[in-house]
């Protein structure tokens, strides 16, 4: 890339927040300018890490001549209105999952996004996990001949707060709207939702009406059929595994551990470590990848980065798979 660093307004201080200023200090073509958070002691705990000026009051970040694009980091129902207001001073934004819990607040924004022609780009940063977009490339490629099957296993090390899942908008609008969207990266044109979600383990989970654990069956137009599988908890570790299954072949994306050494003893055989602990960990290569693909998108290079619309259909499956799980029916979808 040429050019001077895109210097970033980075909202929100948590711990997606944390990574993306990790991923800012760290990448050459970016400068963290500005962090706001009404909880400005992570605004300020930020800035003395990584460097830029921290404040209380988002309005700072949209100062004129402040920050070159926006990163939004902060709890959901805060993204429509800071997105429509980035787009409003022409800075390019990158948002995390989901725009809204809402449909109608993400349609009522959607016109809004096309006029204005501003870059809108969508956290899910798993598109750009190394392994997960190998086996995306060489699917397009057609190395395993026409996909039938895929399969995605996404286990969380443990259940959230109770307090998080009361706000969170439900396990298929929080945890698998990630795996919908990697869905739609190897089959975009799904057309039918089915979910059965359970609540085995989670008190947090049943005293909020949610699930705990859930498996969710996508079919395409062609007839070829994703399944999502989902659980709260892994004792293993943060479970994240892909398999691709084609007329010709299959590829298999397999979990990352914490270790390549297995041990061998009377207790065991090929014992190795258990898997990644953390979201963060496991996927931090590919949120530096989803951050520089995003630089490129800001400089009006072309670029992969998830846009609005994949937000927009990762939503209506996950509302889709919300109806499906507790009317138990099968629920058609069109994403246009």
Same mark, same amino acid.
């Given at each position: 890339m040429t050019g001077s660093p895109l210097r970033f307004g980075l909202i929100g201080s948590g711990r997606i927040g944390q990574?993306?200023?990790?991923?800012?200090?760290?990448?050459?073509?970016?400068?963290?300018?500005? *962090?706001? #958070?009404? =909880? @400005?002691? !992570?605004?300020?705990?930020? /800035?003395?890490?990584?460097?830029?000026?921290? +404040?209380?009051? *988002?309005? #700072?970040? =949209? @100062?004129? !001549?402040?920050?070159?694009? /926006?990163?939004?980091?902060?709890?959901?129902? +805060?993204?429509?209105?800071?997105?429509a207001r980035s787009?409003?001073?022409?800075?390019? /934004?990158?948002?995390?999952?989901?725009?809204?819990?809402?449909?109608?607040?993400?349609?009522?924004?959607?016109?809004?996004?096309?006029?204005?022609?501003?870059?809108?780009?969508?956290?899910?940063?798993?598109?750009?996990?190394?392994?997960?977009?190998?086996?995306?490339?060489?699917?397009?490629?057609?190395?395993?001949?026409r996909l039938e099957q895929l399969t995605i296993i996404s286990r969380d090390p443990a259940a959230p707060p109770a307090s998080y899942v009361a706000v969170s908008g439900g396990i298929f609008r929080d945890m698998t709207i990630h795996d919908f969207d990697m869905a739609r990266f190897f089959l975009p044109d799904v057309v039918e939702v089915q979910a059965v979600g359970t609540c085995t383990f989670d008190p947090g989970a049943r005293e909020h009406g949610d699930f705990d654990t859930a498996v969710t069956v996508l079919r395409s137009s062609t007839g070829a059929v994703a399944t999502i599988?989902?659980?709260?908890?892994?004792?293993?570790?943060?479970?994240?595994?892909?398999?691709?299954?084609?007329?010709?072949?299959?590829?298999?994306?397999?979990?990352?551990?914490?270790?390549?050494?297995?041990?061998?003893?009377?207790?065991?055989?090929?014992?190795?470590?258990?898997?990644?602990?953390?979201?963060?960990?496991?996927?931090?290569?590919?949120?530096?990848?989803?951050?520089?693909e995003f630089i490129r998108l800001a400089r009006g290079e072309a670029s992969t980065s998830p846009t609005f619309e994949d937000g927009r259909a990762a939503l209506l499956l996950a509302d889709a798979a919300q109806r499906s799980a507790h009317e138990r029916v099968v629920v058609p979808v069109d994403l246009t």
């Open positions: 990574v993306h200023a990790a991923g800012i200090a760290a990448d050459a073509d970016a400068v963290l300018a500005w *962090v706001a #958070d009404p =909880f @400005v002691d !992570g605004a300020h705990r930020l /800035v003395d890490q990584y460097g830029g000026q921290a +404040t209380d009051d *988002v309005e #700072d970040l =949209f @100062v004129p !001549g402040r920050v070159d694009a /926006v990163l939004i980091a902060s709890p959901t129902p +805060t993204h429509v209105g800071l997105i787009i409003e001073r022409g800075l390019p /934004v990158l948002c995390e999952k989901p725009i809204d819990l809402d449909i109608a607040r993400v349609d009522a924004l959607r016109s809004r996004v096309r006029a204005a022609g501003v870059p809108v780009a969508l956290g899910f940063n798993r598109r750009f996990d190394p392994g997960f977009a190998q086996a995306r490339e060489r699917v397009g490629a057609g190395e395993i001949g599988v989902n659980s709260r908890h892994s004792a293993v570790g943060y479970d994240q595994r892909i398999e691709v299954f084609g007329s010709e072949g299959t590829l298999e994306v397999a979990n990352q551990g914490t270790s390549l050494v297995s041990v061998s003893h009377a207790g065991g055989v090929e014992t190795r470590r258990p898997y990644e602990p953390s979201m963060a960990v496991r996927y931090a290569a590919s949120y530096r990848a989803e951050l520089h």
